[in-house]
T-cell receptor, first 114, second 116 residues
Framework: AQSVTQLGSHVSVSEGALVLLRCNYS??????LFWYVQYPNQGLQLLLK??????LVKGINGFEAEFKKSETSFHLTKPSAHMSDAAEYFC????????????FGGGTRLMVKP | ETGVTQSPTHLIKTRGQQVTLRCSSQ?????VSWYQQALGQGPQFIFQ???????GRGNFPPRFSGLQFPNYSSELNVNALELDDSALYLC???????????????FGSGTRLTVV
């Protein structure tokens, strides 16, 4: 069975500071991994996805994530936080290369202080 | 190109009632998935429909059922509503090619269901 654990349900950073949101996965086979962002009262927007190509994945809005098989991690980073980055972030895993039927983590709420 | 639209945006039902939620897929998409997102939690996969047939299901009881229509729109039906069914219900549409590759997995804004 596959699962995703996001460490830290709430993360607070100052504007301009590094953003680091942690995600660890459990999967018996090479997974496909995703990061989504959810703004209040909205659906989920794909930030980036890992599908067994380059281990460092660049996404939208300056975010990137690195797949580390030895650590079973797929942490999301952004060098400099903006106020507009405040939202809920979800890590997800899919066992099929279709990238659907996703298993999501519990989410991390990112707060950005001025 | 229109996105994924869900209706209604909010509704309130009484325990024991039945509810139908609707999803219009993005133009050109032939696959629809439904997720339940309880307050403060990540979405949970309910089921997926491809060409009007269910081709994947998560850990949800049979009182959660669905339909996909020839125009690829979809319904989620929940019978015998329970208080724990209160959640945001999200649908996602995508295009599945003959080789199984999926493109354009796009979420709607969801329907907020409150069961009282």
């Amino acid at each position: 069975a596959q699962s995703v654990t996001q460490l830290g349900s709430h993360v607070s950073v100052s504007e301009g500071a590094l953003v680091l949101l942690r995600c660890n996965y459990s999967s018996s086979v090479p997974p496909y991994l995703f990061w989504y962002v959810q703004y209040p009262n909205q659906g989920l927007q794909l930030l980036l996805k890992y599908t067994s190509a380059a281990t460092l994945v660049k996404g939208i809005n300056g975010f990137e994530a690195e797949f580390k098989k030895s650590e079973t991690s797929f942490h999301l980073t952004k060098p400099s936080a903006h106020m507009s980055d405040a939202a809920e972030y979800f890590c997800a895993v899919s066992l099929n290369n279709a990238g659907n039927m996703l298993t999501f983590g519990g989410g991390t709420r990112l707060m950005v202080k001025p | 190109e229109t996105g994924v639209t869900q209706s209604p945006t909010h509704l309130i039902k009484t325990r024991g009632q039945q509810v139908t939620l609707r999803c219009s897929s993005q133009s050109g998409h032939n696959t629809v998935s439904w997720y339940q997102q309880a307050l403060g939690q990540g979405p949970q996969f309910i089921f997926q429909y491809y060409r009007e047939e269910e081709n994947g299901r998560g850990n949800f009881p049979p009182r959660f059922s669905g339909l996909q229509f020839p125009n690829y729109s979809s319904e989620l039906n929940v019978n015998a509503l329970e208080l724990d069914d209160s959640a945001l219900y999200l649908c996602a549409s995508s295009s599945t090619l003959s080789g199984g590759q999926v493109y354009g997995y796009t979420f709607g804004s969801g329907t907020r269901l409150t069961v009282v």
